[in-house]
């Protein structure tokens, strides 16, 4: 009985030691590639980090990624166009999987992997991918086995981001998955991602990480200190070049496993995307380029806001015409008198 209880407070201290090392190393990682920040010595920064983190749990998938599925459906972005919402409705309508979030956010839980964005210590290996995703059940026991809900993925930030494409075509086990891309005017757009990014930074304050912001070579000129900077910044020639850099990243096959940190999650950071989350048509054309035409769905946040049900509808019928399995949309809600 003792050497049972050894057996524990071992495992425990293990755990325990595990869980330690990995949030402090994604605390000090999150820091600058998500906040954009020069990390704090702080203890209680470390705390709050873990917190709202899940680190132990990031161990373990990573651990078991190549046993995981990957998803067929992908909620692309854009980015403050509906996708939350969206995402929302795939999980409770069409009873859709969602996938693993290193953040305890809600925002983000059920809904978005942050994957090929670099938020895994800016690792975005396509074989690696798989670890946002459930177990896959053995061939052996499938015939015994309900058959498994449809899994995806709903990254708003992949749309834009321009490595994403090629390796999210790599990474994926279908040729031809169901790409959800949701569009709204740009201008509204652009004001809700900036106070978006305010309460992201206001966030950043309150868990203590400090006020010293990354420079060159991370970052140049951030953070911007109004919404017309930021735009202006977005549209400078310095970091233009950074895109086009980027754009080069996982191009012509290349064998793209960890972002520099420069380009996570988005070139020269987060309030420097605003010339290329607008540009709906070059980041389409970009996704064309490694997805077949009949795999897109667009949507827009008027006709989703509107009544999502015939969005549903087509959703559905779509996975019915890829996938040869049609999710059953749960009935419309009655009408409250």
């Keep these: 009985m003792a050497a049972v209880q050894r057996l524990s407070c071992l495992g425990l201290s293990a755990a325990l030691a595990t869980h330690l090392a990995v949030g402090a190393a994604f605390a000090y990682h999150a820091c600058r590639v998500v906040f954009n920040r020069v990390p704090p010595l702080s203890a209680k920064a470390l ?23 990957t998803p067929s459906v992908l909620l692309l972005g854009e980015v403050r166009c509906g996708t939350t919402s969206l995402a929302s409705l795939l999980r409770s309508r069409l009873h859709l999987v969602g996938p693993f979030t290193p953040w305890v956010h809600p925002l983000a839980e059920d809904k978005e992997s942050f994957f090929f964005v670099g938020h895994y210590f800016r690792r975005v290996s396509p074989r690696l991918y798989r670890l ?63 106070r978006l990014e305010q309460g992201s930074m206001a966030w950043g304050d309150a868990m203590g990480l400090g006020s010293e912001y990354l420079g ?52 020269n950071g987060q309030l420097s995307a605003f010339d290329r989350m607008g540009r709906y048509a070059d980041n389409i054309e970009r996704w064309l380029a490694h997805f077949p035409r009949e795999c897109f769905v667009f949507i827009h946040l008027d006709d989703l806001a509107d009544d999502p049900y015939p969005t549903l509808d087509l959703i559905a019928s779509k996975c019915g015409q890829l996938f040869g399995r049609t999710p059953a949309l749960q009935p419309r809600p009655p009408r409250v008198p």
Excluded: N
């Design 216 to 267: 060159p070579p991370s970052r140049r000129g951030y953070p911007p200190p109004s919404f017309a900077a930021a735009v202006a910044l977005s549209r400078s020639e310095e970091v233009c070049a950074l895109w086009r850099e980027a754009e080069a990243l996982a191009a012509d096959g290349r064998p793209l496993r960890v972002l520099p940190e420069w380009a996570a999650p988005f070139p």
């Design 47 to 69: 705390w709050r980090m873990l917190r709202v983190t899940r680190p132990l749990e990031l161990a373990w998938r990573a651990l078991t990624a190549p046993l995981r599925s």
């Design 132 to 194: 946002c995703f459930p177990l896959r059940v053995p061939r052996w026991a499938r015939h015994a086995l309900p058959e498994p809900p449809i899994v995806f993925d709903g990254c708003a930030s992949h749309f834009s981001a321009p490595w994403a494409a090629p390796l999210l075509r790599r990474a994926l086990a279908t040729p031809k998955p169901l790409l959800l891309v949701c569009i709204r005017e740009p201008v509204a757009q652009h004001v809700s991602w900036w």
